[in-house]
């Protein structure tokens, strides 16, 4: 029997949790609690046919996977013994595509009826469904009595398609084994580990910080690049560009890598190398040339950007421009170069994080278009929790009793991600250290007391399983059990149904399904406003007595001033907060201007914030910034943030509505303050 994609990625996840119920596992997954049952059921017949107990769903409350099918995995990776699969329509489409590009003989639909273990029609809807997925990569798949099926397009397009696949394929758990599948045909193969093997001896040689994930994602390319080479299919570069590749120290990297793969020593190959290691490397907090001069300048371009549209201000500005860095560095040539990257949880940034997803989106459109580059959202959905990590750092009240450290491969933000997230979760523990699963592997860590890792590691420490984002179940469910590990105690989870049954002996129901929602973050409710916040809409903080019309003012000062006064007068701010105001515009200039008459004015929480605020002054006859005829004013916001995230929400609605240049113009024609006040409430939700 074999174990299909889905059923395999679930058993997957349960081998990494502790325990879990159904309710957290239909959070995790986004399936149905039918299509889990389905699952769990096809796994445990594929456990029963090797002699191993089955994981018990029916009727209890928590799943726990038993402790001799997660000694029999364990087992498996140690001596690698295979994980049977059939292969999904996706990963059909791409193994058709690699089994191509690596393959110099003729194929015919034989050979891939054989490969796939399909049906001729099948194997044919698959070839025009390819098609269609490799359009935009300008390569194509084409039949041809001579050539068989073959690959139409330039050799470095049908590269980035590889790496597109590669980057999804690597994904499933038993990627492994589906790339000993394709190979297996192959009288001549080149072992992956010693690719990876020779990646990790050039990253210590040369001193760099390769991405774990993209390392991985590398490796597994040049196991297919390899037979590029071996059949002399070559890239082509304009001079200019081998000039300016060959000047860049990744090119002795690229050299070193040629040689121990004992690959040809061709020009154009050796700078195709270079810009992998440049997409793979993390960028250090100097620049050495002038292209990474710009990028560096970039870099401290968006920090000042993003703190322009989000209103807020980083107490460590030039330690955000060097992190920053380090990751625009890499994402630039791998946006120039189309090196693909998977983000897994791009479509939870976008629905968790949309007002900041939708702020970086805005934010690098100008780079994109100076830069002549494609940004992908993937690559926007990295910089999005990037920047997130840095806003939800929590402030720590009482010192920490406990050290831990966390395990990512996926590089900084997603680090950075896991490290916040713990630290509001829990005020008991301290994350001391933020470690690659290869830093995890060769290093000694029986000091710490605890491992929080995103994926399944081997540690005699207390390990616990975590993603860089957690819904409010997965943060219920990791919390019950570091408690119960810490200090002993454990929550008793009662069922939702069981609760809806008792209050609805007491008293009438009349939304359900609403109710069955509000009690299932119930839990985490107190716990998370602790350091988030409520999120206030728009109209919850433009009311009437905190929005004004006036005929004209004196200067912009006395403007910034009359803006701010309503949140004066009701204690929302301090004096310091406006005189902080006025000097960030003097000192950086008119920044706060956002649209043709519009200033949103602020300055940092801890400048004279006591709560959450926000006032509007319409002026009817435009004030001058810095005196400056350039700079028009007549709409002027001043908000009064208490942290840095939880304006975004009404900041989001603001910017949504000013990016209409209508509503500017709607807006200087209302007359009276109710009017005002009614065009923002209408204009103060959010999809």
Same mark, same amino acid.
């Given at each position: 029997?074999?174990?299909?994609?889905?059923?395999?990625?679930?058993?997957?996840?349960?081998?990494?949790?502790?325990?879990?119920?159904?309710?957290?596992?239909?959070?995790?997954?986004?399936?149905?609690?039918?299509?889990?049952?389905?699952?769990?059921?096809?796994?445990?017949?594929?456990?029963?046919?090797?002699?191993?107990?089955?994981?018990?769903?029916?009727?209890?409350?928590?799943?726990?996977?038993?402790?001799?099918?997660?000694?029999?995995?364990?087992?498996?990776?140690?001596?690698?013994?295979?994980?049977?699969?059939?292969?999904?329509?996706?990963?059909?489409?791409?193994?058709?595509?690699?089994?191509?590009?690596? $393959?110099?003989?003729?194929?015919?639909?034989?050979?891939?009826?054989?490969?796939?273990?399909?049906?001729?029609?099948?194997?044919?809807?698959?070839?025009?469904?390819?098609?269609?997925?490799?359009?935009?990569? %300008?390569?194509?798949?084409?039949?041809?009595?001579?050539?068989?099926?073959?690959?139409?397009?330039? +050799?470095?397009?049908?590269?980035?398609?590889?790496?597109?696949?590669?980057?999804?394929?690597?994904?499933?758990?038993?990627?492994?084994?589906?790339?000993?599948?394709?190979?297996?045909?192959?009288?001549?193969?080149?072992?992956?580990?010693?690719?990876?093997?020779?990646?990790?001896?050039?990253?210590?040689?040369?001193?760099?910080?390769?991405?774990?994930?993209?390392?991985?994602?590398? @490796?597994?390319?040049?196991?297919?690049?390899?037979?590029?080479?071996?059949?002399?299919?070559?890239?082509?570069?304009?001079?200019?560009?081998?000039?300016?590749?060959?000047?860049?120290?990744?090119?002795?990297? @690229?050299?070193?890598?040629?040689?121990?793969?004992?690959?040809?020593?061709?020009?154009?190959? %050796?700078?195709?190398?270079?810009?992998?290691? #440049?997409?793979?490397?993390?960028?250090?907090?100097?620049?050495?040339?002038?292209?990474?001069?710009?990028?560096?300048?970039?870099?401290?371009?968006?920090?000042? =950007?993003?703190?322009?549209?989000?209103?807020?201000?980083?107490?460590?500005? =030039?330690?955000?421009?060097?992190?920053?860095?380090?990751?625009?560095?890499?994402?630039?040539? $791998?946006?120039?170069?189309?090196?693909?990257?998977?983000?897994?949880?791009?479509?939870?940034?976008?629905?968790?994080?949309?007002?900041?997803?939708?702020?970086?989106?805005?934010?690098?459109?100008?780079?994109?278009?100076?830069?002549?580059?494609?940004?992908?959202?993937?690559?926007?959905?990295?910089?999005?929790?990037?920047?997130?990590?840095?806003?939800?750092?929590?402030?720590?009240?009482?010192? +920490?009793?406990?050290?831990?450290?966390?395990?990512?491969?996926?590089?900084?933000?997603?680090?950075?991600?896991?490290?916040?997230? #713990?630290?509001?979760?829990?005020?008991?523990?301290?994350?001391?250290?933020?470690?690659?699963?290869?830093?995890?592997?060769?290093?000694?860590?029986?000091?710490?007391?605890?491992?929080?890792?995103?994926?399944?590691?081997?540690?005699?420490?207390?390990?616990?399983?975590?993603?860089?984002?957690?819904?409010?179940?997965?943060?219920?469910?990791?919390?019950?059990?570091?408690?119960?590990? %810490?200090?002993?105690?454990?929550?008793? =989870?009662?069922?939702?149904?069981?609760?809806?049954?008792?209050?609805?002996?007491?008293?009438?129901?009349?939304?359900?399904?609403?109710?069955?929602?509000?009690?299932?973050?119930?839990?985490?409710?107190?716990?998370?406003?602790?350091?988030?916040?409520?999120?206030?809409?728009?109209?919850?903080?433009?009311?009437?007595?905190?929005?004004?019309?006036?005929?004209?003012?004196?200067?912009?000062?006395?403007?910034?001033?009359?803006?701010?006064?309503? %949140?004066?007068?009701?204690?929302?701010?301090?004096?310091?907060?406006?005189? @902080?105001?006025?000097?960030?515009?003097?000192?950086?200039?008119?920044?706060?201007?956002?649209?043709?008459?519009?200033?949103?004015?602020?300055?940092?929480?801890?400048?004279?914030?006591?709560?959450?605020?926000?006032?509007?002054?319409?002026?009817?006859?435009?004030?001058?910034?810095?005196?400056?005829?350039?700079?028009?004013?007549?709409?002027?916001?001043?908000?009064? @943030?208490?942290?840095?995230?939880?304006?975004?929400?009404?900041?989001?609605?603001?910017?949504?509505?000013?990016?209409?240049?209508?509503?500017?113009?709607?807006?200087?024609?209302?007359?009276?303050?109710?009017?005002?006040?009614?065009?923002?409430?209408?204009?103060?939700?959010?999809?």
């Amino acid at each position: 029997m074999m174990i299909d994609k889905r059923p395999s990625l679930l058993l997957d996840y349960l081998l990494k949790v502790k325990s879990i119920n159904m309710n957290q596992i239909i959070d995790a997954t986004q399936l149905t609690k039918r299509q889990i049952s389905y699952d769990l059921d096809k796994v445990n017949q594929w456990l029963k046919e090797r002699e191993l107990p089955t994981i018990q769903f029916k009727g209890i409350h928590y799943i726990v996977v038993p402790d001799a099918v997660v000694e029999y995995f364990r087992n498996m990776e140690i001596n690698h013994h295979e994980w049977d699969f059939v292969f999904s329509e996706e990963e059909r489409l791409a193994v058709i595509y690699l089994y191509l590009f690596m $393959r110099n003989d003729t194929i015919s639909s034989f050979h891939l009826t054989q490969l796939l273990q399909v049906s001729k029609n099948t194997v044919i809807t698959d070839l025009k469904k390819a098609n269609q997925i490799n359009c935009p990569f %300008l390569v194509e798949i084409q039949y041809s009595r001579k050539h068989g099926y073959h690959l139409v397009g330039t +050799e470095f397009d049908k590269r980035a398609l590889v790496m597109h696949y590669i980057s999804h394929l690597i994904q499933v758990p038993y990627f492994g084994k589906l790339l000993d599948y394709l190979l297996k045909e192959e009288t001549t193969k080149i072992d992956y580990r010693e690719i990876l093997n020779i990646l990790k001896q050039i990253e210590k040689q040369f001193s760099l910080n390769f991405v774990e994930e993209r390392l991985t994602q590398l @490796a597994s390319f040049l196991i297919f690049y390899y037979y590029r080479q071996r059949e002399k299919k070559f890239v082509q570069f304009h001079s200019d560009e081998v000039a300016l590749l060959k000047k860049d120290p990744m090119h002795k990297v @690229a050299i070193m890598l040629s040689q121990l793969l004992q690959l040809k020593d061709e020009e154009s190959e %050796l700078c195709y190398l270079t810009i992998q290691f #440049l997409g793979l490397s993390f960028g250090k907090s100097s620049a050495p040339n002038s292209e990474q001069d710009l990028l560096f300048k970039l870099s401290e371009q968006l920090v000042f =950007d993003f703190e322009t549209k989000a209103c807020i201000v980083f107490e460590k500005r =030039d330690d955000v421009v060097h992190t920053l860095y380090q990751h625009f560095k890499p994402a630039y040539f $791998r946006m120039k170069y189309r090196i693909p990257v998977e983000n897994p949880l791009l479509n939870q940034i976008k629905s968790e994080h949309k007002e900041l997803y939708m702020i970086v989106k805005e934010i690098l459109h100008p780079i994109g278009t100076l830069l002549k580059i494609n940004i992908p959202e993937e690559e926007i959905g990295f910089i999005t929790i990037h920047f997130g990590a840095l806003l939800e750092r929590p402030k720590q009240e009482m010192p +920490e009793k406990k050290k831990a450290i966390v395990v990512c491969p996926s590089g900084i933000s997603s680090s950075l991600m896991v490290k916040h997230q #713990l630290e509001s979760l829990f005020s008991e523990i301290m994350v001391e250290k933020t470690l690659s699963l290869r830093e995890f592997q060769e290093g000694k860590f029986d000091q710490y007391d605890l491992v929080f890792s995103t994926v399944r590691i081997e540690t005699k420490l207390p390990c616990f399983y975590v993603k860089p984002i957690m819904t409010p179940n997965e943060k219920h469910n990791l919390v019950n059990e570091v408690y119960h590990l %810490l200090f002993g105690i454990q929550y008793h =989870d009662i069922s939702l149904k069981e609760l809806i049954q008792i209050i609805g002996k007491f008293t009438t129901i009349y939304d359900e399904e609403g109710l069955k929602q509000e009690l299932g973050n119930l839990t985490f409710y107190k716990k998370e406003n602790a350091y988030k916040g409520k999120q206030p809409l728009l109209e919850d903080l433009l009311q009437a007595e905190t929005i004004q019309v006036m005929e004209e003012v004196f200067d912009w000062k006395e403007a910034v001033k009359a803006a701010a006064n309503p %949140l004066l007068i009701n204690g929302t701010i301090e004096t310091s907060y406006i005189e @902080a105001m006025i000097e960030n515009i003097d000192t950086l200039g008119p920044y706060v201007i956002i649209g043709p008459e519009v200033a949103i004015p602020h300055a940092g929480p801890e400048k004279g914030v006591n709560r959450i605020g926000m006032s509007f002054l319409k002026l009817k006859k435009p004030v001058y910034f810095l005196n400056n005829y350039d700079y028009p004013v007549r709409l002027m916001f001043c908000i009064a @943030a208490t942290d840095n995230t939880t304006h975004l929400k009404a900041l989001s609605q603001l910017t949504e509505l000013l990016n209409e240049k209508n509503n500017i113009e709607i807006i200087k024609e209302l007359e009276s303050i109710d009017e005002i006040r009614s065009f923002f409430r209408q204009n103060s939700t959010i999809d």
